[in-house]
C-alpha cells in the first residue's frame, strides 16, 4: 500500500513563496504520474501540476502557470512543488496524488478521478 505524505504548508504573505514537498519511498520505483491538487471548502478538487517521472513532462494548471513549477527530488524521494509568488486565491488545503500504476500523466493530468493514492493534504494560507 502506498502512503503518500505532504510536507511544507503553512501561511505565508502575499507575493511570497513555499515550497511543498510530496513524500513516498514509491514515488521513484514504478508510479510514473504524481499531481498536487487543492481544495477549497464547498468546491470541487482542482488540479494543480504534474509530473510524469520517467519522462520529466510536466503540466501546470493556467492559473499558476508561471508561478509554480513542479520537479522530482530523487535524494528526498519526494515530489516538490514550488510556489512562488502566492496570492490569496492560493489559499487551499493541497493534496498529492499518484496513479500507483505505469504510465505517463497524460493529457487527463488534471482529472482527479484517475488518481488512486491520495495523501491526507496540507494547508496554505496566503494573507496579509
Known amino acids: 500500500q502506498v502512503h503518500l505524505k505532504e510536507s511544507g504548508g503553512g501561511s505565508v504573505h502575499p507575493g511570497g513563496a513555499l515550497r511543498l514537498s510530496c513524500g513516498a519511498s514509491?514515488?521513484?520505483?514504478?508510479?510514473?504520474?504524481v499531481a498536487w491538487f487543492r481544495q477549497i471548502p464547498g468546491s470541487k478538487r482542482e488540479s494543480v501540476a504534474a509530473?510524469?517521472?520517467?519522462?520529466?513532462?510536466?503540466y501546470l494548471a493556467d492559473g499558476v502557470k508561471g508561478r509554480f513549477s513542479i520537479s522530482r527530488n530523487a535524494a528526498e524521494k519526494a515530489v516538490v512543488l514550488e510556489m512562488n509568488a502566492v496570492q490569496p486565491e492560493d489559499t487551499a488545503m493541497y493534496y498529492c496524488?499518484?496513479?500507483?500504476?505505469?504510465?505517463?500523466?497524460?493529457?487527463?493530468?488534471?482529472?482527479?478521478?484517475?488518481?488512486?493514492?491520495w495523501g491526507q493534504g496540507i494547508q496554505v494560507t496566503v494573507s496579509s
Open positions: 509530473i510524469s517521472l520517467p519522462s520529466g513532462a510536466t
Open positions: 496524488a499518484t496513479r500507483g500504476r505505469k504510465g505517463s500523466c497524460g493529457g487527463t493530468w488534471n482529472l482527479a478521478g484517475t488518481y488512486d493514492v
Open positions: 514509491e514515488i521513484t520505483n514504478g508510479f510514473d504520474c
